[in-house]
Every structure is written in structure tokens, then in C-alpha cells.
């Protein structure tokens, strides 16, 4: 068991074409994804890969020929809202996006709209899924996690892959690891996979890495406050990060006063979530 | 990328937004050639991007065009918060009665733009929300449906303004919010709106903060970029595709990812030594890459050890680690280096970088400490 992910997705990549595209969707199908089809417009009725994947024009076709359930995308951030909305008017019920660098008003059109659709977002700016021993949506590296117990959550990508590593490290195996992105807007947050890691039956214990920026891990606190029996384990990044800079995320920045490290950190310990002064402490604190 | 107050009320104004008469200039005697063409009386505004320029003595009435040369002189002779007046804006003084604030940002808790305006205008809005909240009126936009005539309305009434302002007011705010919609801003801002004696609403100072991720659709906008309010550093390393961000320790920071990246300047400064940079190398990490941002990194002199810090992902360790030796032969330095490769073919990439002369470290924080070691012995040594 897992979240979001397992050996039923069935994946369509938009994008497939491109040099990001292709080399995970390689990657996906190495690690034993059920990648299904691709999509990139004007280029419908090719093959990719040894003919192992077929190349639809849009994402309506290639959900109506192949059944695909998940979408992950790879397109430029230019054209990344279209084709969200695209995956969503094509009915695909779980749509990752990757592409980092998309423009703000683009995503709170994005979200407004896929909140009236209910369909469901992960990212952008995000390094996706990875259910380890199932399935891998993205480009979480799929041999630095084994399957296991912890879910993981993460608004980091290179960050989350220390946590998964140390994890492994220390015979730690995940259930699921989501990276939610590190976008100011985004299609899932952390509240929403607390409460799919407190449902699941096989996770254990919840590792939540934030970082400056927002509130979002102010409103986790009070989430995991509220519903959560299940333990959850702490990181936020930027503690030294100075005021009113970006610091490489669009969302991790401290402004007015708000999206500090210090007050997140001091909201997670205050319902009794364990908080990592460094991420290689977080196993012990498991 | 923020702009300055007269690019953002000119923005406005293409928009029906009432703005006072007047111009920039980049002189002295231009000044005062623009305060002969306005007549009466001006406000001479220093345009620089930092908050606070009426506290500095940034912004000065005249009240003849003699005068306004003289303290245009004085204001371009300024630095502001160490950032150099350059141009400085001449407008007609406006008959204030009365001072409004409106505004429009991202609310990223909500998801949504949100309208905010106050009849405490005039002051810094994050004050207002401070000290008394209930003056602020915010109203959430749907970004797909936009700003709707009603929510104008709430508005107008929630700051008691009175009814004869209500349509004029109901233009500005629809006109602020297409100002803000069409250049991707993340925050439009008119502080004040003022009432003048003669009954009308003018935007007498305006604020643009831009999504720098939207620019691609802006190429008009992105040319007003000043360069002043970012570090000769933070610029170079732009050209490369590198994020980097200058501070003022003096422990150098290398490192894939931005999240990794803040995560090693806390760890650096958990271990009692100070980071002298955010520096995200991001994916590929060319030797290129890797050079350019080793220059810009060795360019700051209290840099006194560098701390690589590699995840291996799906870039695999060996290339980053090729990347490096062929940086490193690229910038000679006598600076120490601390490396730390971990993850996907981690074990070829430290063989490569075994007769390189740096220093090497398992775990992020044993990298850590090296680095703070190396750091205070270096310093040591050069003194």
C-alpha cells in the first residue's frame, strides 16, 4: 500500500519528445513504471524507445487509446499551464508537473480551475513520486529509497533525496515519498498528504521536510494537531536565509516578516513534532 | 524585478489610472526644465527601488524651478540605504485632503490575488496591519473570473469612502487590477490614492513588484530593470543560469539543488562558521557551470574555504565530479576545499577527485565541520 501511486498507475508523459521527457521516461520504465503512452502535439503516431511507447497528439487521445490514469509533464514553463489544463479537461484524475519556473498568475488560474474539476495536482517545480519497489512518477532517483514504512513529503528535490538516502542508510524503508514543489502555488500541499499518509495502512511514521516561505507548515502544525495519531518527523531549510530573497525556490522567500524558519519550526514543536537540526538526524528522531 | 515609482505610474496610466503630471529626469538642469513646462509647485522624488526615501530626504517640495534644480542636485548627490540616485521624478504637488492605500498581491495561502485598501493610506501597509488591522479591507479576486464591479463597491464603502468617489474609485481598482493581470506582477500597488481639495482621486505614488518568471512575456518590462539593487555577483552568476544569492561569511557554498543548498548554510552555521553564499548549481552541473561558479564564488575576499556538497541523482556523481577537477584546473586558488559526493555513482566520482587537493567528507555534517576547520586555518595562515 501506498499513496497516490502503485502498480496500478498507468502514466502518459507529456512532453515525451523532449530531452528531459525522454531520458525519464527511460528512467520510469527502468524502474518498472507502467509508462503507457506520451504526448507531444504534431508529433502523434510516432514510437519512442524501441517502439515501446506510442506518442498520441493529445492527452484526450491517448487517455481514450491506452487508459491512462496519471499524467506527469515535462514541457516548458511557458506552455506547462496548458497543458495541466489540457490533462484535466482529458479526465486524467492525477496530473505531476514538473517543470519548474512557471508564472505565478498561470498556477492560481490552474488551481482555481482544477479545484472546480477535482482533479488532482502534485507540483510544479517538483521532483514527483516514487512509491519505491511499484512505481515512480518523476525524477526522484529510484535507488536511494527502498520500500517501507515512512512517508515522506517534501517541498525540495536534491533535499529530498539526502532524506530518502540517510533513510536508506539507516535501513529505513518508504511507503510513499511526494514532492509537493517548491513553487509558491501548488496542486497538493502538505495537510492533504497527511491526511493520506494517517489513512494508509502501511505508513508508519511521516517525515515533513519544509523550508522558508508561506505558511504552509504553520497550517500542517495545526493539521497534525488535529487529526494525526500517526508520528511525524520535521526538517525546515533556510534557517540562515536572509530577508526578502529568493533563495532558488520561487516560494522560499521570507516576506514581511512572514515564512520564517524560526516560527515554523517553533509551530511544528509546539504539537509535539520532532524537528531535525539537520537531515541526517532525522533516522535517530524516527 | 521590482520597478521604479515613475515606470509603475506610467504603467498605471495606460490604464485610465489618474497619475499627477510630470516626468523623470536624469539632470539637474532637466529637472528644472520640467518643473518650467509643469508650473507651481513640484515634488522632486528620488527613484530608487528601496522603501523609506521621505524618511532619507529623498522626496522635497519646490516651489520654483530654481529650486527645483537646487534639490535635485542635492537628492542625485544621495545614496539611499547604499543604493546611488540616479533619476530623480519632477510631478505637480497635489492639494491632498485625503490619503488612501490599494493595492493588489498574490495571497498564497489563499490561492488567489487579493485586493487590499485602507483609508490609513500614506503609511508602509505592513505597518497599518500591524498596529490597527481593522482598517484593511481585503477582497479575494478569482483569478479566472477577475475583479467584479460588486467587489469595487465592497470596497469603496468597507474604507468609508464617500458615495460621489465611488465610480472613479470603481475605475482605478479595475484598472490596478489589469495592470497588475497584464504584466504578471505579484504586486501593484498605488500608497497614496490621494482626494485632493479639488474633489478628484490621483495616484500619487505607485510600487511594481514582477514575477521574474513571468518576464518571458514582458520583453518591454524586463528592459527597466535597474541593476543597482543587485550584487555585481548576483548579476554574473544570472548569465550563467546559476541561483545565487551573495551573504557575508566566509565559508563558500557549492551545491546541487536549492533546498540542499539552504540546508548546507544551516548546517555551516550550526557548526559555528558563517556561509558566504547561496549558490544552487543545479542539475547538469557542467565543468562550465561548475568553473563560472567557482570564479564568482573565489571573486569574494572574505571566502576562505569552499564546501561542495553533491547529491548524486539522476546526474551521477562521476560526471559532476569530472565537472569539478576540470573547474578546478580552470581557477587556481589557494582556497581549501571541502567536498562531499554522495548518491548515484558516488564511489567513481571520488576516485577521480582522489588526486585532486581537497579535502573529502561521508556525511553532511562531518563536510560541515571540515569546512569551518579549514576555513578558521586558512584565515589563520593569510593573516
Same mark, same amino acid.
Given at each position: 500500500m501506498s499513496i497516490l501511486i502503485d502498480s496500478s498507475t498507468r502514466l502518459l508523459v507529456q512532453g515525451i519528445t523532449g530531452n528531459e521527457g525522454i531520458f525519464h521516461t527511460k528512467q520510469m520504465l527502468d524502474y518498472g513504471t507502467a509508462v503507457v503512452a506520451g504526448v507531444t502535439p504534431g508529433k502523434g503516431g510516432e514510437w519512442v524507445l524501441a517502439g515501446k511507447i506510442p506518442v498520441f497528439d493529445s492527452v484526450r487521445i491517448a487517455v481514450n487509446a491506452t487508459g491512462a490514469n496519471t499524467s506527469v509533464i515535462f514541457v516548458p514553463a511557458r506552455f506547462a499551464a496548458d497543458a495541466i489544463f489540457e490533462a484535466a479537461d482529458a479526465g486524467v484524475n492525477l496530473i505531476v508537473c514538473i517543470t519548474e519556473g512557471i508564472p505565478v498568475q498561470d498556477m492560481m488560474r490552474v488551481r482555481s480551475y482544477l479545484d472546480q474539476k477535482g482533479a488532482r495536482l502534485v507540483g510544479p517545480n517538483c521532483p514527483g513520486l516514487l512509491t519505491p519497489g511499484e512505481s515512480k512518477v518523476g525524477i526522484i532517483p529510484g535507488n536511494i529509497a527502498v520500500a517501507g514504512s515512512v512517508g515522506v513529503i517534501s517541498r525540495s528535490g536534491t533535499l529530498t533525496y539526502e532524506v530518502l538516502y540517510a533513510l536508506t542508510q539507516n535501513e529505513m524503508g518508504v511507503s510513499t515519498c511526494v514532492g509537493i514543489g517548491g513553487d509558491p502555488i501548488n496542486g497538493t500541499n502538505f495537510i492533504d498528504c497527511l491526511s493520506m499518509f494517517e489513512e494508509d495502512p502501511n505508513t508508519e511514521k511521516v517525515v515533513l521536510i519544509g523550508e522558508i516561505g508561506g505558511t504552509d507548515e504553520e497550517r500542517a502544525a495545526e493539521f497534525i494537531n488535529g487529526y494525526m495519531t500517526k508520528p511525524v518527523v520535521g526538517f525546515i531549510a533556510g534557517r540562515t536565509a536572509p530577508p526578502g530573497k529568493r533563495m532558488g525556490h520561487a516560494g522560499a522567500i521570507v516576506e514581511g516578516g512572514s515564512g520564517l524558519a524560526a516560527d515554523k519550526i517553533e509551530s511544528l514543536e509546539a504539537v509535539g513534532v520532532k524537528v531535525a537540526s539537520h537531515p541526517e538526524e532525522i533516522p535517530s528522531l524516527l | 524585478m521590482k520597478l521604479h515609482e515613475y515606470q509603475s505610474k506610467q504603467f498605471f496610466a495606460r490604464y485610465g489610472i489618474p497619475i499627477p503630471k510630470g516626468r523623470v529626469a536624469a539632470s539637474a538642469s532637466e529637472a528644472k526644465q520640467i518643473a518650467e513646462e509643469l508650473g507651481g509647485r513640484f515634488v522632486i522624488k528620488a527613484q530608487v527601488l528601496v522603501g523609506g526615501r521621505g524618511k532619507a530626504g529623498g522626496i522635497r517640495l519646490a516651489k520654483s524651478p530654481t529650486e527645483a534644480e537646487d534639490l535635485a542636485t542635492q537628492i542625485m548627490a544621495m545614496n539611499i540605504k547604499? =543604493?546611488?540616485?540616479?533619476?530623480? !521624478?519632477?510631478? &505637480? /504637488?497635489?492639494?491632498?485632503? +485625503?490619503?488612501?492605500?490599494? #493595492?493588489?498581491?498574490?495571497?498564497?495561502?489563499?490561492?488567489?490575488?487579493?485586493?487590499?485598501?485602507?483609508?490609513?493610506?500614506?503609511?508602509?501597509?505592513?505597518?497599518?496591519a500591524r498596529e490597527t488591522p481593522e482598517k484593511i479591507i481585503r477582497v479575494h479576486i478569482d483569478p479566472l473570473l477577475g475583479l467584479r464591479d460588486y467587489q469595487a463597491r465592497d470596497i469603496a464603502a468597507g474604507i468609508d469612502l464617500p458615495r460621489d468617489y465611488w465610480r472613479t474609485f470603481g475605475e482605478i481598482a479595475r484598472g490596478l487590477w489589469l495592470a497588475y493581470k497584464d504584466s504578471d506582477a505579484t504586486l501593484a500597488e498605488i500608497n497614496p490614492?490621494?482626494?485632493?481639495?479639488?474633489?478628484?482621486?490621483?495616484?500619487?505614488?505607485?510600487?511594481?513588484?514582477?514575477?521574474?518568471?513571468?518576464?518571458?512575456?514582458?520583453?518591454? =518590462?524586463?528592459?527597466?530593470?535597474? !541593476?543597482?539593487? &543587485? /550584487?555585481?555577483?548576483?548579476? +554574473?552568476?544570472?548569465?550563467? #543560469?546559476?541561483?545565487?544569492?551573495?551573504?557575508?561569511?566566509?565559508?563558500?557554498?557549492?551545491?546541487?539543488?536549492?533546498?540542499?543548498?539552504?540546508?548546507?548554510?544551516?548546517?555551516?552555521?550550526?557548526?559555528?562558521?558563517?556561509?558566504?553564499?547561496?549558490?544552487?548549481?543545479?542539475?547538469?552541473?557542467?565543468?562550465?557551470?561548475?568553473a563560472a561558479a567557482l570564479r564568482i564564488i573565489l571573486n569574494d575576499p572574505n571566502v576562505k574555504a569552499v564546501l561542495f556538497n553533491i547529491f548524486g541523482g539522476i546526474t551521477r556523481g562521476d560526471e559532476v565530479a569530472r565537472g569539478i577537477l576540470s573547474a578546478l584546473e580552470a581557477v587556481k586558488t589557494d582556497v581549501p576545499m571541502v567536498i562531499r559526493l554522495v548518491g548515484t555513482n558516488a564511489e567513481e566520482g571520488r576516485k577521480i577527485l582522489a588526486d585532486a587537493d581537497m579535502i573529502t567528507a561521508d556525511t553532511l555534517a562531518d563536510a560541515a565541520r571540515k569546512a569551518v576547520a579549514a576555513a578558521a586555518s586558512h584565515a589563520g595562515s593569510v593573516k
Open positions: - | 547604499g =543604493l546611488p540616485v540616479r533619476k530623480v !521624478l519632477v510631478d &505637480e /504637488a497635489a492639494n491632498i485632503k +485625503e490619503e488612501i492605500y490599494l #493595492g493588489i498581491t498574490n495571497d498564497r495561502g489563499e490561492r488567489k490575488p487579493v485586493m487590499m485598501s485602507s483609508s490609513a493610506g500614506g503609511v508602509d501597509i505592513e505597518q497599518v490614492l490621494v482626494i485632493t481639495s479639488d474633489k478628484r482621486l490621483l495616484a500619487v505614488d505607485g510600487k511594481m513588484v514582477l514575477d521574474d518568471n513571468a518576464l518571458f512575456r514582458h520583453p518591454d =518590462l524586463t528592459e527597466m530593470r535597474d !541593476l543597482d539593487v &543587485e /550584487a555585481p555577483s548576483e548579476i +554574473e552568476a544570472r548569465k550563467y #543560469g546559476l541561483s545565487f544569492i551573495k551573504l557575508d561569511g566566509s565559508i563558500g557554498c557549492m551545491v546541487n539543488g536549492a533546498g540542499l543548498a539552504m540546508t548546507t548554510m544551516d548546517i555551516i552555521k550550526l557548526f559555528g562558521g558563517d556561509p558566504a553564499n547561496f549558490l544552487d548549481i543545479g542539475g547538469g552541473a557542467s565543468s562550465e557551470k561548475v
